[in-house]
């Protein structure tokens, strides 16, 4: 029965959560592991090059605001590009945007919002041009999202 709801989405909120572990089982999988001997920091953890600090977290949120706020693909206004986003991270299965946790992910999320875009805008593009715009973006995620923006802007620019 699952699968079938799961397929044709009928009575799917029947099984919501159902996959989500216990409180529990969180509590006991989040202790953490018994200290082992600490190896050289890998270069992510270095910043500058002479600092042993963390590198800060990602923080998916700011990342989308700040993609709002820049609004490369030109939505009528800031609010209107927060809506767009909105409906690519539920089309992706996540609810907010505090869920996306690195830059790749953040890319996943903007190329759904890209794909769509696209579509609505009724802006005609193959398959093939389209994988090749979004392996483009996508492979901006290793520079950072203000990298992503751009490459977004230039997808906007050539179809604009």
Partial sequence: ????????????????????????????SSKPAPAAKKAAPSPKETTGGTSKEAAPAFDGKAALMSFCSANPLGYADEKACQLAIKGSLETLGLARGSDVKNCADFTNV?????????????????????????????AEAKNGVDAVNDAVAAFYAAKK
């Fill in 1 to 28: 029965m699952k699968c079938i709801a799961t397929f044709t989405g009928l009575g799917l909120r029947l099984y919501a959560g159902e996959d989500i572990p216990k409180e529990e089982e969180q509590r006991e």
């Fill in 110 to 138: 903007v190329s759904t919002l890209m794909a769509s875009w696209t579509k609505d805008n009724g802006i005609k593009i193959t398959k093939a041009d389209m994988a090749q715009e979004l392996a483009k973006v996508m």
